[in-house]
């Protein structure tokens, strides 16, 4: 019988058992999946394992702050390292507008930055001495290295890992892994759909904030913006993000709606008349969804007056975006992401 506390139980005993002696690093997102697995590996394996934040520069306004907060309540104090690779992603990026490629990328430089992380860790414990080619380990056992991720049965079907799937989309932390990853993957939600992942959460003591987050991709705005990701494009984005996260949060739609990916089609351009002037800007999409678990999903109904509010407030406070628009597809045929 599924119950959350059997479910708690039997990975934290399956996590112990395959991590054995050895040392985990977990990517923290700042969404519930991550935190929930990063929590289950604590309560197994205590402080063998150390959460790493990649500020990779995708992230919404002010989120990697508010993501370093709201940390330490959410994971039983396990250790945090925050790493600053802005300039890294964006390096990796420059001039990349294919979404598969834009996945593989980051992917990529997630897991090159948890090997620096990880390296980093060892030499702290004196597992590793020496510096680069010169490095050797001191230890015999205890060397082994594990990746924990928040990876969900969703992600795992719909990267095409489930029997006779379609691979639709690489999500960063199954398909689009780099094939000589050094680390072996722990990922105790792997069975798990979004609703069990909040249980679990809400029993192991995460703050409501945590738990109820909506989702948000590992890839971040990378994949919110068709065409390449550039730094300026990057602060458009998040001003128009911003925006619209902020009425819907106030008119009481946070938990109704699944999420709503704010897009900037960066590469579309039309004509506007703002101020006494012609403009020459960009469309911001709104694409608000409900759903249960993200395998389909309907477009969600906002209010007139919601979505009103966010297209006067969008193109009177963000110069570049001349036109908000709706979209109104639902999963399938289109995607959540539109990339
Ligand atoms: P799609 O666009 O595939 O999205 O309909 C389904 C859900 O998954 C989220 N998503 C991701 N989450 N890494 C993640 O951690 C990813 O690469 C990724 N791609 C999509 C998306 O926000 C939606 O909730």
């Known amino acids: 019988e599924w119950t959350t506390g059997s479910v708690i139980d039997e990975q934290v005993a399956r996590v112990r058992e395959q991590i054995g ?8 997102s700042g969404g519930v999946d991550s935190a929930v697995a990063a929590a289950l590996v604590q309560k197994a394996i205590g402080d063998r394992l150390t959460c790493v934040y990649v500020d990779h520069g995708l992230m919404r306004l002010n989120e990697s702050e508010q993501i370093e907060k709201a940390f330490g309540e959410s994971t039983g104090g396990a250790k945090l390292v925050v790493v600053d690779t802005e300039e890294q992603f964006l390096t990796a990026l420059e001039g990349v507008t294919d979404p598969e490629q834009k996945r593989k990328i980051i992917g990529r430089e997630f897991i090159r930055t948890f090997e620096r992380a990880q390296a980093d860790i060892l030499r702290e414990r004196g597992v590793i001495e020496g510096e680069g080619s010169q490095a050797h380990t ?5 060397t082994k290295t594990f990746l924990v991720q928040g990876t969900l049965y969703p992600d795992v079907v719909e990267s095409g890992g489930g029997e ?13 892994l780099p ?32 738990v109820w ?3 948000f991709p590992g890839p971040g705005l990378g994949i919110r913006i068709i065409g390449e990701v550039t730094r300026e494009r990057l602060d458009v984005l998040r001003r128009a993000d911003a925006i619209a996260r902020e009425e819907m949060k106030a008119a009481g739609l946070d938990r109704e709606i699944w999420q709503c990916p704010v897009v900037l089609l960066a590469d579309v351009r039309s004509v506007g008349v703002q ?3 012609r403009t020459y800007g960009h469309p911001i999409m709104l694409r608000p969804v409900t759903s249960d678990d993200a395998m389909t999903a309907d477009w969600a109904k906002l209010p007139y007056e919601v979505l009103g509010r966010i297209s ?22 289109g995607t959540i992401e539109w990339e």
Do not use: Y
């Open 164 to 176: 006779g799937a379609a691979n639709i989309k690489s999500h960063h932390n199954v398909g689009g």
């Open 312 to 333: 006067t407030r969008i193109t009177n406070e963000v110069a570049e975006v001349n036109r908000v628009a709706v979209d109104i597809t639902s999963k399938p045929p």
């Open 179 to 210: 094939d000589d990853l050094s680390f072996e993957l722990v990922e105790p939600l792997r069975t798990l759909f979004k609703d069990e992942v909040r249980a679990v959460g809400a029993e192991l003591g995460l703050p409501d904030g945590i």
């Open 213 to 215: 987050r909506q989702p």
């Open 21 to 28: 002696e050895g040392t985990a690093i977990c990517g923290l």
């Open 138 to 142: 001191s230890a015999e056992g205890g």
């Open 275 to 277: 101020g006494d002037g």
